[in-house]
């Protein structure tokens, strides 16, 4: 999973947050970029809403992946079912919520043709496609996350991982799997530390769109100064 954010649709809010000291010392400190717009992966550092010091919704920049001794790579995504009983992500379940306010997100997935009378084990046998996947009618996916802080390179370094469901709706004949993603309306509840995460996530949306990925050239137009 990849996301993709669009840099106009954000432009005010990139801007602010790129002048925040704690968005340019986790850049030097994690020797990751701070464009946050365009295609987003693993490792990467992205805006995220989480709530500030007054319990308010408010954006903060993050980097995208929980680190563990298990693995060298970075844990960037959890099964909802089981985030509330696991030691690693009970706590942010419970304490630390955060939205990614995504314009789509991309899958690997099989293709889908509108008459397909291909057998099950056809479907799966053909080659996987990219597809860039978003909420049905809104130019904004806000896909929900768990935070934590993590010390690296002496600092406490904001991490987010993004929380999946089982698919449901369209998104099944690509992948079994989907991220837990929210109405607009209860971005705050879910945000909020005394929120209730199990009735939000009873709620996520289903009604998704996708197509077939294309790939962005990028072009200096596309970044936001600073």
Excluded at 72 to 84: G, M, Q, S
Excluded at 131 to 141: C, H
Excluded at 152 to 177: C, N, W, Y
Aim: net charge positive; glycine share 4%; hydrophobic share 35%.
């Amino acid at each position: 999973m990849s996301l993709r954010i669009e840099p106009r649709k954000m432009a005010e809010v990139l801007i602010k947050i790129r002048k925040m000291s704690l968005a340019q010392e986790m850049s030097l400190k994690l020797g990751k970029s701070l464009i946050m717009s365009g295609d987003m992966y693993p490792s990467d550092i992205a805006p995220v809403q989480a709530p500030n010091k007054y319990g308010n919704v408010a954006v903060f920049p993050m980097a995208w992946g929980f680190a563990h001794k298990s693995t060298p790579k970075p844990l960037v995504n959890r099964r909802v079912e089981t985030a509330d009983s696991k030691p690693l992500w009970r706590d942010s379940w419970y304490r630390r919520r955060c939205v990614i306010p995504a314009s789509w997100y991309y899958e690997w997935g099989y293709p889908v043709y509108e008459e397909d009378s291909r057998s099950m084990i056809e479907h799966r046998n053909t080659k996987k496609a990219k597809f860039a996947i978003q909420t049905e009618g809104s130019d904004r996916t806000y896909i929900a996350g768990l935070y934590r802080y993590e010390e690296h390179s002496g600092m406490q370094v904001p991490m987010f991982s993004i929380l999946t469901r089982e698919s449901a709706g369209s998104v099944k004949d690509i992948h079994d799997r989907m991220p837990l993603i929210l109405d607009k309306e209860d971005v705050k509840g879910w945000i909020r530390p005394d929120g209730n995460p199990c009735i939000i996530a009873e709620k996520a949306l289903t009604n998704m769109v996708f197509e077939k990925a294309v790939e962005y050239y990028k072009s200096p137009t596309e970044f936001i100064a600073m």
